[in-house]
């Protein structure tokens, strides 16, 4: 019962902490971060343990749930969402020192909201049964709208109604395409045969039973698209995007981190475990390009390319500095998007490491930036200046987080693009070579940036501004720590989901090759 006392734990927390006192508002802070250090612990003991040398899934859990439909609490960990379950856990406490000092309402309710969402987060990557999945995907809806509709900056209720119209918007789609699959889950040969199932592995394994209606190829493309655009609104790809921008520059910074670090993973982590692993059919249409798939072939590699260039071209016109880091977080996904299109176990491989990556680096590069705001009280890059001569031990973090986000070669962000590239590049060449525009042009507004806000003449308004303090260097610590370490042995991270991505990649190229 590990994985299903991880995932709930924060929500004994929120139920404890709406029972204390409003006005203790130093015991609540401490109570919550109590409640995301135990699932922290938990994940740490879960990813050390983890077997290594097979793909199968391990602490599964299966429990009668709702029986009259065959809806069971199932939930598991194979290696990708064991390394996703460790980053939502670190990024938990993170966030929690992260607020300490700058949520100066609502406390009660903000902590109780923030332990809500991490449990929805974490059940999330865990879930086996498609309606626990669904479940878990749209409980992190609700607290992440009051999340930036309540804290967030002066348009925070604009930006909370556009994420949540978007996000359900993509949910509907995916509802009807789970409803479409539980209806089609016991249909062979056009007969009814069995019970209907909501069952993850059960659907995967059915879906790939020749004469079985979920392995009908037209029947996995339309469900293929509907699972895709509710991801696809996550992620966010292009055009499903515009409400990031917004949603990250009126979030509080915690938030942004979450927004960031995991909250666009769930949306490439479905791709992975459904679109992928159940729907193969519909992966090769919009992925190899045939006399019948015509240009939908080049679609979703096409769709990552975009992300890529058009995310890096705008996040190079911003001044605003989160405005800035969000734009670029468009781009970056961009390549999880390419590797995950490649299908190959070079470009997975590096989608996978590059979620990763990115949700480490993403949290520094918000954190980042909160720490800036916090003391002068606007993020204009052009308003600063030289503030290298006076925030040295913050200079030297942030162009850390700089140079793994722009993929120096040493540090992490440069392996998972590069895998992608790499893998992409056998399916995709053009557009491999194209995208590689985006590291140029990220190295562009990552330097300019630097350029700007740190050196040459300290700006006479900043000359008493205080360095980065002990709580907000150790929020940045373990992240820098595992952006050099998978910079230097990525191997840590790749030995997790190695077998699995063998196992999905084998699937993937052999559907491919029948249908040729």
Known sequence: ???????????????????????????????????????????????????????????????????????????????????????????????????????????????????????????????????????????????????????????????????????????????????????????????AAGARTFDIPTLIERAATEGHALADRTFQIWVFLGFFIGFAVKVPIFPFHTWLPDAHVEAPTAISVILAGVLLKMGTYGLVRINMDMLPEGMAFFTKVTEETGLWGYSLALLGFINIVYGSFCALAQTDF????????????????????????????????????????????????????????????????????????????????????????GLSGFIGEAFSLLGAYERFPTLAILSTIGIVVGAAYFLWTLQRVFLGTLNPKYEALPEINKREILTLVPLGILTIVLGIWPHFAIEMFSESVVELTTKIMGTLQANL
């Open 1 to 191: 019962m590990l994985l299903s006392l991880m995932i709930f734990v924060p929500l004994l927390g929120m139920i404890v902490v709406l029972l204390l006192p409003r006005e203790s508002e130093e015991l609540i802070k401490r109570v919550t971060l109590l409640f995301t250090l135990i699932p922290l612990l938990l994940a740490v003991v879960l990813f050390i343990s983890y077997d290594r040398s097979t793909a199968g899934t391990q602490y599964f859990v299966s429990v009668p749930w709702i029986e009259t439909f065959n809806i069971n609490y199932h939930i598991g960990i194979d290696g990708l969402s064991v390394t996703l379950i460790l980053l939502t856990a670190l990024l938990g406490p993170i966030c929690v020192l992260a607020s300490w000092r700058n949520i100066e309402k609502g406390i009660k309710a903000y902590m109780a909201l923030f332990l809500l969402l991490e449990t929805g987060m974490l059940g999330f990557f865990a879930a086996l049964d498609l309606f626990l999945f669904f479940v878990f995907f749209e409980l992190t809806l609700l607290p992440m709208y009051f999340l930036i509709g309540v804290w967030g900056g002066p348009r925070r209720e604009y930006a909370a109604i556009k994420f949540f119209l978007y996000t359900l918007f993509g949910s509907v789609l995916m509802l009807v395409a789970i409803i479409a699959v539980y209806l089609n889950s016991n249909v062979i040969n056009g007969i």
């Open 322 to 409: 989160k405005k800035l880091v969000a734009y670029s977080s468009i781009g970056h996904m961009g390549f999880v998007i390419l590797g995950l299109a490649a299908g190959n176990e070079v470009g997975v491989t590096g989608a996978i490491l590059q979620m990763f990556n990115h949700g480490v680096i993403s949290a520094m590069l918000f954190l980042l930036v909160g720490v800036l705001y916090d003391r002068a009280h606007h993020r204009e890059i052009n308003g600063f200046g030289g503030l290298g001569n006076r925030m040295p031990i913050y200079t030297g973090i942030t162009t850390l987080a700089f140079m793994a986000s722009l993929g120096l070669p």
